[in-house]
């Protein structure tokens, strides 16, 4: 099966100053389906060196911006796996040297950042991004450069590429969990809250497309700027319409001031329950317990998972960075990307890209999540998707699982009610 990307330049390499520029067009894509181009593997002459002891690998996050707030603990994240995997004997014997660069909120940034830890560092791989927007403006830089990017957050699907690892939830593992929780809870209606950008619009177009199937009136929908920090207007129109339930797909800071709102005007989800696919632990404390306490959450790893693997994860991470931080999805995720890696680089006895992606099909890792499993197909992986409620002490505690992992369907293909959405 060929891998497919929104991107219309995979064959073509680029200057990182062209790419930049490109960066609008890669927005704009929102999801749309289009094949990749032609093979990747002759447009660009790799720099990686592994003659030495050691191999360079790229962490890319916001450690500045809007989005700091989230993506600062999957930069630790990812450094914790880096330590452990260096303290077991590195990566085919070789010494993981980590190259870190700020995206500082901003997708133009990381498309440059990208450009320059492929062809300035020769990075093996690139673990990073969050927002679509910036891993849509970084997709045609690795696809032109014919390197790889693991990304560890949840997204909207209708997507895939031959040099993008999707370690985060796509649309059927975690937004369709969601909904169907949302009809066995009863609710028939729901107002639609969301950031300006490539993931909640297109989340939202298919939230309405599941809701029409399915006779759930979308009584409302409203998208903020990033980074937006006034929502009286919005909250007022949410507490008027007085939906069974909201939908949030709002990222980084500007949960804080959502919320805040949504308690001023006397809303709790008593209510009018929040279902947030972008608040993780990490976003709680931020936000203020007092805020969201009772709220609802759509991920696919807690802290409160109960796991051998996972009680020694967040023991390894309390002990790295303190017993006030908590562990989350998007971190565990990024965690279990450099996992994969090493295991898909084990297993293919190369760094090169063409025999890594080559080796990805069927390799597992025992994660905190629990086991996941890489479908070499569509470079997502098997993940359980859980319904979690934010509970006093500030930690989430699921509500609902799905029990076994849900294999990734990016295009929602097996969905009858979303033909013609990709």
Not at 30 to 57: L, N, P
Not at 68 to 85: R, Y
Not at 282 to 288: D, F, H, Q, T
Request: hydrophobic fraction near 40%; proline fraction near 4%; aromatic fraction near 8%.
């Amino acid at each position: 099966m060929r891998l497919r990307s929104t991107s219309r330049y995979g064959a073509t390499r680029l200057s990182t100053v062209s790419l930049a520029a490109l960066c609008v067009v890669a927005l704009s894509a929102c999801g749309a389906r289009v094949d990749a181009g032609s093979d990747t593997s002759a447009s660009a002459e790799s720099c990686v060196d592994t003659s030495g002891d050691t191999v360079k690998i790229g962490f890319l996050n916001s450690l500045s911006g809007t989005m700091a707030i989230s993506e600062q603990t999957v930069h630790d994240s990812l450094e914790l796996a880096a330590q452990e995997i260096n303290a077991d004997g590195g990566v085919l014997g070789k010494e993981l040297e980590i190259v870190s660069e700020d995206g500082q909120s901003e997708p133009t940034v990381f498309a440059e950042k990208a450009g320059k830890l492929i062809t300035s560092d020769c990075v093996a791989a690139v673990f990073g991004g969050w927002t679509s927007a910036s891993r849509k403006a970084m997709l045609p830089v690795f696809e032109a450069q014919d390197s790889l990017l693991f990304y560890p957050v949840q997204y909207e699907g209708l997507e895939s590429s031959p040099n993008i690892f999707y370690t985060g939830a796509t649309t059927n593992q975690q937004i369709v969990p969601a909904l169907d929780y949302l009809v066995e809870q009863g609710t028939k209606s729901l107002f639609l809250v969301g950031s300006d950008y490539v993931f909640p619009r297109t989340a939202n177009k298919i939230i309405n497309a599941y809701a029409e199937a399915h006779d759930i009136e979308i009584v409302g929908e409203e998208y903020a700027p990033l980074g937006h920090t006034d929502f009286s207007t919005i909250v007022n129109k949410v507490k008027s319409a007085d939906a069974d339930a909201v939908f949030n797909t709002l990222n980084g800071d500007s949960n804080v001031a959502f919320f805040k709102e949504y308690k001023n005007v006397g809303m709790s989800a008593d209510d009018m329950p929040v279902v947030s696919v972008s608040i993780a632990e990490e976003e709680v404390g931020g936000i203020g317990i007092e805020n969201v306490e009772g709220q609802l959450t759509a991920w696919n790893y807690y802290q409160t998972v109960d796991s051998p693997a996972n009680t020694a994860f967040v023991e390894a991470f309390k002990a790295e960075y303190g017993e006030d931080r908590p562990t989350s999805d998007p971190m565990e995720a990024a965690y279990t990307s450099l996992y994969l890696w090493k295991a898909m680089v084990e297993k293919a006895e190369s760094f090169a890209v063409e025999d890594v992606t080559a080796a990805a099909d069927g390799v597992t890792f025992d994660a905190p999540e629990g086991e996941v499993v890489v479908n070499g197909d569509n470079h997502h992986i098997a993940k359980t998707a859980l319904i979690g409620k934010i509970g006093a002490d500030g930690l989430i505690h699921t509500e609902w699982s799905s029990e076994e992992p849900i294999e990734p369907d990016p295009y929602l293909e097996g969905y009858d009610w979303a033909d013609g959405l990709s």
